[in-house]
Structures are given as C-alpha cells and as structure tokens.
C-alpha cells in the first residue's frame, strides 16, 4: 500500500503522485504526511515528506534505496535537528550486541519502552518511526512504519494507519492497548528485535524541510556516538 494524499488533496502514490484516484487511501506516512500539514499548519509537499534525509537511501545507496524512508518522512516533517527520545547520536543504523544489524531507538519489547513513554513531554507534538532487521537491503535494516505519539497527562495516545484496520489509536500507558500494540510488532525470530524512536515535531513555525540533494553519509553503518539529544545534520 503506497497511498497518500498530495498538497492539492488528490489521493495519489508516494512512488508515482502523477496518478490520481477517487477513492481515499492512507499508508502509515500517507497519514503522517496528511496528518503534520493540520497540526503544525505547514503546506508540506510530497517531494518535502520523501527527501533522503540523510543522503544515504537514494538510488544507488550502497546501503539500499529507501531502506529508511519511514524515519526520513518523520525527519523531514518534524524538522531538523528536532530533539529524540530515546537520545541518539550518530547513523540510522547501528549494531546490536550480538552484531546484528537494528535500527536506533528503543526495544518495542523491552524496557526501553516504557522508559521512553515516560520521557515524553506531556503536551507535545511527537513523530514516531519503527525499524526492524531487514535482509532485502544490504544495511540490513529498514524503517518501515511511522506515526503520531500525542502524551497528555498519564496518557500517550499513538496515531497510525494500518493495512488491516486503517487509522486508528492506542494509548500506549493502558495495559491492554500496549498488548496489542506489541503483539502488532513482534521480534523477528533469529533476527532481532523491531525498534521505535520518538522525534519531538517542531510548532508552526519551524525551519523548512531540506529541498533539493541532502549531504552525502560521512561513514558507514556502525555503533552510535554517545550522547547527543538529537540526530545529526
């Protein structure tokens, strides 16, 4: 499912937004995308949404193209240099102990769940992007699913589309809905575990999305740099 919506509100394809169509149809970014021009009032294209962030997942991309394109529309819509949770520093790739390839952010699984839901500001604005190990590209990773996360006040209400269900939400501090939202995206087995990573949403008005050819990787996939409360130029 490719769907999303264009600056005009024609329902279109994110790989070829030339074709219109009469009936509505979101995937996850299509939402986003649709979803970030109400809440931070910014007319967001879709070339804006799509834009190789960080310059390594365009054709050709030794590491595979469009291996992070579910982080890359939560960047660019988000803003740059926009604060993360859990703090990160460093590529879109790195190493799990085992030295299996995962993406950054916190195990869906884990602890580091829970202890990212907590670090959340009550009252702002969050893009969320989910990786998982991934053998079609050779980095071995890819992010494949984004989001909405609105906390408010012993809540955390995660916005999303689905192929089976559509737009929906769930909040993530009920125990039930973080059941299902886990059991949505189980640990690949042998391969390691899916990831979320939080991206606070800079208010209107905010730095533009980067247009036009981002700057080229400065290295390879490997372990994150310590610290840094957000992700690199």
């Given at each position: 499912?490719?769907?999303?919506?264009?600056?005009?509100?024609?329902?279109?394809?994110?790989?070829?937004?030339?074709?219109?169509?009469?009936?509505p149809?979101?995937?996850?970014?299509?939402?986003?995308?649709?979803?970030?021009r109400?809440?931070?009032?910014?007319?967001?294209?879709?070339?804006?949404?799509?834009?190789d962030?960080?310059?390594?997942?365009?054709?050709g991309?030794?590491?595979?193209?469009?291996?992070?394109?579910?982080?890359?529309?939560?960047?660019?819509?988000?803003?740059r240099?926009?604060?993360?949770?859990?703090?990160?520093?460093?590529?879109?790739?790195?190493?799990?102990?085992?030295?299996?390839?995962?993406?950054?952010?916190?195990?869906?699984?884990?602890?580091?769940?829970?202890?990212?839901?907590?670090a959340?500001?009550?009252?702002?604005?969050?893009?969320?992007?989910?990786?998982?190990?991934?053998?079609?590209?050779?980095?071995?990773?890819?992010?494949?699913?984004?989001?909405?996360?609105?906390?408010?006040?012993?809540?955390?209400?995660?916005?999303?589309?689905?192929?089976?269900?559509?737009?929906?939400?769930?909040?993530?501090?009920?125990?039930?809905?973080?059941?299902?939202?886990?059991?949505?995206?189980?640990?690949?087995?042998?391969?390691?575990?899916r990831?979320?990573?939080?991206v606070?949403?800079?208010?209107?008005?905010?730095?533009?999305?980067?247009?036009?050819?981002?700057?080229?990787?400065?290295?390879?996939?490997?372990?994150?740099?310590?610290?840094?409360?957000?992700?690199?130029?």
């Amino acid at each position: 499912m490719d769907g999303t919506v264009s600056e005009t509100g024609e329902w279109t394809l994110w790989a070829k937004p030339e074709k219109t169509f009469k009936s509505p149809g979101l995937n996850c970014s299509g939402f986003l995308l649709a979803a970030s021009r109400f809440l931070l009032g910014r007319d967001f294209t879709i070339d804006m949404a799509k834009n190789d962030f960080f310059g390594d997942s365009g054709k050709g991309s030794p590491w595979g193209e469009d291996w992070d394109f579910g982080l890359d529309v939560a960047l660019n819509l988000a803003g740059r240099d926009s604060p993360t949770v859990p703090p990160v520093g460093g590529h879109t790739a790195v190493s799990d102990p085992n030295g299996r390839p995962m993406g950054l952010g916190a195990d869906i699984h884990g602890d580091g769940l829970l202890e990212a839901l907590a670090a959340l500001k009550p009252g702002a604005l969050y893009f969320f992007a989910i990786s998982k190990p991934d053998r079609r590209f050779p980095v071995g990773v890819s992010y494949y699913h984004n989001g909405i996360m609105l906390p408010d006040g012993g809540r955390a209400m995660l916005y999303h589309s689905t192929k089976r269900v559509g737009v929906h939400r769930l909040d993530l501090m009920n125990p039930n809905s973080l059941a299902t939202f886990r059991k949505s995206f189980p640990p690949i087995k042998g391969k390691g575990e899916r990831r979320i990573l939080f991206v606070e949403a800079r208010p209107f008005p905010c730095p533009s999305p980067p247009i036009g050819p981002p700057p080229p990787p400065s290295a390879t996939p490997g372990p994150a740099a310590p610290g840094g409360a957000a992700l690199p130029r």
